[in-house]
């Protein structure tokens, strides 16, 4: 089976940096993924790790390390906009093998 | 960018009746489309996975017959709650992985289904 673990909330100040980690079972592992979800919204797409190491998209960054089934997002310069639920995803060895996600991160930001 | 579309947004019904939900894949095609349910404050539980011209791969615990998928197409397929009741009432999520193989799930803006 598969699961993920990610911490229930986190809270942060505006324009300071955040880290929300994700660690990993699954019986395949194609990649992880990191999503924002906004209330009432659906989800987007932020993030993807098929490799070890850093990538960086503008103000997030994303890291993976396989050998210890551990991820996390790192959001920097935080703005009040950010303040929404973030989930980290894992789908199998193939491109359309289905894509299981955490419970979910909210982040609180105080001004 | 690759756009998936999904509706009704918003479905109220009685309870008893069936609802229907469409998702499309409005500039790539979609030969594997994921069902996705949430309740408020929790995540995203996958629901089944919708295969182009084959039947749907339901998740343990998912009832195949209430919830009917259909993707008879490769940009259309669709999700129909038969007789629902009550807590049925959720958010219901669409979505496809991106052509290219980035590992990008896109979504489509959700169905809110309301059953009285």
């Known amino acids: 089976g598969q699961s993920l673990e990610q911490p229930s909330e986190v809270t942060a100040v505006e324009g300071a940096i955040v880290q929300i980690n994700c660690t990993y079972q699954?019986?395949?592992?194609?990649?992880l993924s990191w999503y924002q979800q906004h209330d009432g919204g659906a989800p987007t797409f932020l993030s993807y790790?098929?490799?070890?190491g850093l990538e960086e998209t503008g103000r997030f960054s994303s890291f993976l390390s396989r050998s210890d089934s551990y991820g996390y997002l790192l959001l920097q310069e935080l703005q009040m906009k950010d303040s929404a639920s973030y989930f980290c995803a894992v789908g199998g060895e193939n491109r359309d093998d289905k894509i299981i996600f955490g419970k979910g991160t909210r982040l609180h930001i105080l001004p | 960018g690759a756009v998936v579309s999904q509706h009704p947004s918003r479905v109220i019904c009685k309870s008893g009746t069936s609802v229907k939900i469409e998702c499309r894949s409005l500039d790539f095609q979609a030969t594997t489309m994921f069902w996705y349910r949430q309740f408020p404050k929790q995540s995203l539980m996958l629901m089944a996975t919708s295969n182009e011209g084959s039947k749907a791969t339901y998740e343990q615990g998912v009832e195949k017959d209430k919830f009917l998928i259909n993707h008879a197409s490769l940009t259309l397929s669709t999700l129909t709650v038969t007789s629902a009741h009550p807590e049925d009432s959720s958010f219901y999520i669409c979505?496809?992985?991106?052509?290219?193989?980035?590992?990008?799930?896109?979504f489509g803006e959700g169905s809110r289904l309301t059953v009285l």
């Open positions: 699954t019986s395949g592992f194609y990649g």
């Open positions: 979505s496809a992985p991106t052509p290219g193989g980035t590992g990008e799930l896109f």
């Open positions: 790790n098929g490799l070890d």
